[in-house]
């Protein structure tokens, strides 16, 4: 009988709740755009959950549409709080694509060059200053991962809907179906500041532009009761007007101020934050803006109390996430024109039938971002049977040449203007040709061509000519200086190497590869005699192989991750000029890690080793250390206490050490010790693992530039008397 009575009170009990929740007002939730400001929505969100308010169709533009979808997608605004106090608002805005997405080429292109220029038809344009947006859109699909399925807003846990502005007609496009983190990443493409949103061929700005507050289309949703939550800027005086963004704002709102005055008269609840001392962009006061919205809230909380009497107090449940896992059955891709399905899915890094997770699925879209061979990237995960589909849209960029510029000085190749051209698509697709030519004390050059096909085998074809004048050591030359009166010589040194190479990924990380090179060496030096100053004046070809690593977040001033490098090149023939050439080989490698010790503070370990096997190694090949600041080539390697090209010998193993601080925001002072035993064949005996012979150490300021890193260095070593300083400007070639 009890149990009767416990079904029937049950029944009762759920009729009654059924009852209350037909009877009961439908509230919905209007959201405006603020950039950072919109995060007092999060306070304002708060305070409706403790007051036990159920939201039952959400609206908002711009930020609005950001917190608005995740909070309809099954979010708690605790959850919201949590998700922003984690993203990196710096990384948002600037669009951050990491290091560790570029490949090797692309990782030199961004640290040599200070000014890229589009080059079309011999005119030189403008920068594209623009952001495509895609480390927003990857949050926010990696967030929404729960509803990824649903192209009906109509159907997520909280109807929703969002507004964007068509750049082309001026009108606004509501948003309520299709890809959800497509819809909430176009209604706040803010303009000026991030790339318009293509959406089922509307090009979409910033909803704001014009219509800030969409509470028609929220009331239209279902909604009897509106709450709205306004944090627009009002109309600033001249005053106030005192930065690029403001104005920008100020032109925003022009539009949409005397519409938000008729719609404040419409809504039932408004709340409006007293937030006119932030901007869009104060994310770093976000904390204090959520509490802001609370306060602001907490203003009408007698209203909201009337709202909720009567009614079963709502509780929002905690959303469960997903696990960070996808099935991905097929890989979906749009014509292109310039590069095929297989370059596309050598950067995704992944293929059909594969599980993945959101990370690896991020860093395949940053790697394909990081290409900049695509204006336009888009895509997302529809359904298959309970797995995914991953449907890319890509838009090839269409400017193909590029005009580049760089500038750097050092003590051993002294001042230099790096001019390049650049051409993608020049003969094949997914190809690119690069022509560096340097102008100043020593002219230099760079050619590379290079044909990138994805798991396939890559190939290209490099040739470069460097040259300098220099004080050295006679080991350069391989001479005995007992016979001449003097303790180095003056050297003239020109190298022009040409390499064919082929190149793959091996287990999706390493990259390996081999080739073929022809390399012209002529070192002249009038010290030793000026009846015959040829030292050398030869050609040699030789077979190389290598594997390379990388994944350091910055090559100066490294945080965290880890490289190496390893190689090995057998010289086969030589035009042999002295007459002693015998067949040998050089294998070296390279080591190195960095990490963080605490904030601002990050240590960096490298080690590095190179020996010659075989016959009688060619000196003019020999490991030569000294010196900082040059761009390495051959086996010239910097050393810390010792001038450039000091200290030579067919083998050596050297580790260095650096502690580096950044004092404030680019700028870093450090301190550098290298060790290092070299000479002609030290691995034959335990020479290489004996008291390091040679060691130097050095303090140094770095400061982070456009046109790449500004050092100074003072090395000293315990050997010599003598100390050193450096200074160098710019990237390194």
Known sequence: MKQYKLLIFTLFFCLSVFSQEQNRPKIGLVLSGGGAKGFAHIGVLKVLEDAGIKIDYIGGTSMGAVIGGLYASGYTASQIDSIFQKTNFDELINDFVPRSSKNFYEKRNDEL????????????????????????????????????????????PIPFLCIGTDIETGKQVILDSGNLPQAIIASAAFPSLFSPVEVDGKLLVDGGVTNNYPIDEVRKLGADIIIGVDVQDDLLTRKSLKDATRILVQITNLHSIEKMKENVAQTDIYIKPDIKDYGVISFDKGNEIIKKGENATFAVYDKIQQLAEGQTAYVK????????????????????????????????????????????????????????????????????????????????NQTKSFLKFGLHYDGLFKSGILINLTRKKTFFKNDIASLDVVLGDNFRYNFDYYIENGYNLSFGFKSTLNQFNRNVVSQLGGLDLADVSVNN?????????SQFYFQSLFVQKFLIGGGLEYKYLKINSETVTATAPVIDKSSYASVFGYMKYDSFDDKDFPTRGWFFSGDIKSFLLSSDYTKSFEPFSIAKAEFGLAATL????????????????????????????????????????????????????????????????????????????????????????????????????????????????????????????????????????
């Not at 059909?352 to 290409?371: F, W």
């Open 317 to 396: 449940p905690k959303m469960i996430i997903n696990k960070d896992s996808l099935e991905i059955k097929d890989i979906n891709i749009n014509h292109l024109d310039d590069f095929t399905r297989d370059y596309v899915l050598g950067k995704l890094r992944f293929k059909p039938n594969t599980k993945i997770s959101y990370e690896q699925l991020e860093r395949g879209i940053n790697n394909i971002n990081a290409t900049q061979n695509f204006s336009v990237i888009n895509y997302s995960l529809d359904a298959n049977n309970g797995d995914d589909n991953l449907s890319l849209q890509l838009k090839e």
């Open 489 to 497: 010589i003056n050297v003239d040194f020109l190298d022009v190497t």
């Open 113 to 156: 060059y200070a000014l890229v220029l589009p080059f079309t038809k011999f005119r030189v344009g403008i920068p594209e200053a623009l952001s495509k947006g895609m480390y927003n859109f990857n949050l926010i699909s990696k967030l929404t991962r729960n509803v990824r399925h649903v192209r009906d807003f109509n159907k997520l």
């Open 598 to 733: 605490f904030k601002k503070a990050t240590i960096k370990f490298q080690t590095e080793a190179g020996f010659s096997f075989g016959d009688q190694s060619v000196p003019f090949f020999n490991f030569i250390l000294g010196g900082y600041g040059y761009k390495t080539f051959n086996n010239f390697r910097h050393f810390y206490g010792y001038d450039f090209l000091s200290i030579a010998g067919d083998s050596y193993i050297k580790t260095t050490g650096t502690v580096d601080y950044e004092i404030f925001k680019n700028n870093h002072v450090n301190f550098t010790a290298n060790f290092a035993n070299l000479g002609n064949r030290i691995f034959d005996s335990v020479d290489w693992i004996s008291i390091p012979k040679y060691s130097g150490y050095a303090v140094g300021y770095g400061l982070e530039t456009v046109i790449g890193p500004i050092e100074i260095k003072h090395s000293w070593s315990p050997e010599n008397s003598k100390g050193y300083t450096w200074f160098s400007v710019g990237f390194m070639f």
